[in-house]
């Protein structure tokens, strides 16, 4: 596959976004020229699912650095296995730096999954190594912070650096939910991530909802427990 080449002195000048035209580093060199450094793009994955945590991962590129990675698109336009390539990619290169936050299903069911969200975007941005000077939030969401932030609907479409956040954060918690489906085979997890799938809700209908399941989400409320 022909590979692109990206560098802060070589970007798509367009902010305009369709099926043909990937994310660019628009947002980015905007805030750049004003002199902030450290543009932390924030997005996360997991706020549907009936069970597991919801993540939130944090990434800025280092202003004139080169990065070059396959052509672009957000998380959920891209195969499994183009995911995890791009993710090697980019969570090995010294350009890229990024934060991870998690919030686990029994948070989510104390708070609700919009503040557990909130959450995870919090701690993804405590959990950068250097500390961010400004923030871009994937859609219409706002965080405790005090750090300038902007929010932008569909950011993961648009923005380059926001759309390297979903993929970090996809692969991330399907790695985790993997791990679940070894302890919890009967469920699927590896297969649907803790989606309500058919497969989902039949193995909730036969065997009751387990420890990682969101007890808040009305598909669960009404399973038994294992």
């Excluded at 070589?10 to 994310?23: A, F, H, I, Q």
């Excluded at 805030?31 to 945590?53: H, S």
């Excluded at 936050?101 to 975007?121: C, F, H, P, R």
């Excluded at 961010?132 to 859609?139: E, N, P």
Aim: glycine share 6%; charged share 30%; with cysteine.
């Amino acid at each position: 596959m022909k590979k692109r080449f990206i560098s802060s002195l070589s970007l798509c000048e367009s902010s305009v976004y369709n099926d043909k035209m990937p994310p660019d580093f628009n947002e980015e060199k905007k805030l750049w020229k004003k002199g902030y450094k450290r543009v932390a793009c924030i997005d996360e994955v997991g706020r549907g699912p009936l069970a597991g945590p919801v993540v939130a991962v944090a990434v800025f590129i280092t202003p004139n650095s080169k990065l070059t990675v396959p052509k672009m698109r957000d998380s959920k336009k891209l195969s499994p296995k183009r995911r995890q390539k791009l993710y090697k990619i980019l969570t090995g290169n010294p350009a890229v730096r990024w934060g991870i936050g998690s919030v686990s299903e029994k948070v989510i069911d104390k708070i609700n999954i919009l503040e557990a969200t909130k959450l995870a975007m919090e701690k993804a941005v405590k959990n950068l190594k250097s500390k961010a000077d400004y923030l871009i939030l994937d859609g219409n969401i706002k965080i405790n912070s005090s750090v300038p932030q902007k929010s932008i609907v569909k950011a993961d479409e648009k923005v380059f650096s926001v759309a390297l956040a979903s993929i970090i954060a996809k692969v991330t918690r399907d790695r985790l939910m993997e791990k679940y489906a070894k302890k919890f085979p009967e469920y699927g997890f590896d297969r649907h991530k803790g989606y309500g799938t058919s497969q989902h809700r039949k193995a909730l209908k036969k065997h009751g909802h387990c420890k990682i399941h969101r007890k808040s989400f009305r598909p669960i409320k009404t399973c038994k427990l294992k």
